[in-house]
């Protein structure tokens, strides 16, 4: 059985869910995912690519790949401070941009305090021997590929990419497929489609690369690919115009209700390719929510109740005071509801005074 989710990019502004945010205010019951979790680190912010309806495209950041030297004391300092789960995925970037992604994989793997981690790509670099590499890894919990149009014609007009690129995706996917038949994956493997909205389904589809997707969905049972139907704005600097001929939907920057401190600031922060760390790992492109740098200061110094670049965002979120990316985004998140990927997850929860107390008092 193929599993296809639809997944419309939409932050519900429904009366019955800013009632339940505003109740869950009054009586103070917050949902807080553990602050210790987990961390991203974005190994680097190059990509291959330039998607359309993504914000790489318009990021003056300066473009950096980090060494494996840095990411491995990085790794050893947050683990030491009681992380034991990472996201490699890059805020923009694609992951194996990175020539020696693999040797960083492989420290995770060998690492013992490390439990699991996970990544997107969008699978264009990959090559036979790093998809051999893949297949046999232990800690790897979830390896997202983003599937960019289901031909070669809407792969270019959504990517920027060329015919070239797009048959070596389409190589390496059956190349994974092959693998797929005779051995089995540890982790769960997600498909995301990117394509026009008048796509009908894949079981319709007749391109090489929807059969391809068709089978190893079927074969593999750990599997599952998730149609957008909307697409995120990325706190605003994404609009419809960046994609007035590709028949898809921007999600609108104003429609989105914020009450509270988003908790995505709170569990989700991201280390740069160029060591500081941001406050967001999800929308925040050119990095504006940065609450410290690795290169001088250690992750007490960053994480610490003394540290009024971090304690001055979430006190202006719970005020109601947005800086303008958050201002703008729809992928908020409100410490006040208990989200449904909470519950995927099985996450525990803090309170705000809760998550305080997790910061350093030096």
Known sequence: MIKILTRNRFNSTRYSDIIGIKLNRLLRKEFIPNPKEHIYIETTNICNLQCRFCAYRKSSKKKVIMSNEKFYEIINNATNSGYDTFGLTPIVGEVFVDKNFLEKLNFLEN??????????????????????????????????????????????????????????????????????????????????????????????????????????????????????????????????????????????????????????I?????????????????????????????????????????????INIIENQQKGNFSPICKSCDFYRSIYKNYDVYTKYKKEFYNLSEFYQCLSKK
Request: glycine share 6%; aromatic share 12%.
């Open 111 to 264: 690492h013992k305090k490390v439990k699991n981690y996970h990544f997107f790509t969008n699978f264009t670099l990959a090559n036979k021997k790093i998809i051999d590499y893949l297949i046999d890894l232990k800690k790897l919990k979830e390896l997202f590929i983003s599937i960019y149009g289901h031909d070669t014609e809407s792969f270019q007009r959504f990517t920027g990419g060329n015919e070239k690129i797009y048959t070596e995706l389409v190589e390496n996917l059956k190349y994974l497929l092959e693998k797929l038949k005779t051995r089995h994956l540890n982790y769960e493997l997600g498909f995301g489609l990117r394509t026009y909205r008048s796509f009908e389904s894949l079981e319709s589809c007749s391109t090489e690369l929807c059969q391809i997707l068709r089978d190893i969905l079927r074969t593999n049972k750990r599997s599952h690919l998730i149609i957008n139907k909307t697409y995120y704005n990325w706190g605003g600097s994404v609009t419809q115009e960046d994609v007035k001929d590709l028949d898809i939907i921007i999600n609108e920057p104003t429609k989105y209700y914020k009450n509270g401190v988003c908790s995505l």
């Open 266 to 310: 709170l569990y989700k922060n991201q280390i740069l390719a160029d060591g500081g760390i941001n406050a967001c790992a999800c929308r925040d492109a050119e990095a504006t929510l940065k609450i410290g740098d690795l290169n001088n200061q250690s992750f007490e110094q960053i994480y610490s109740i003394n540290n009024k670049d971090y």
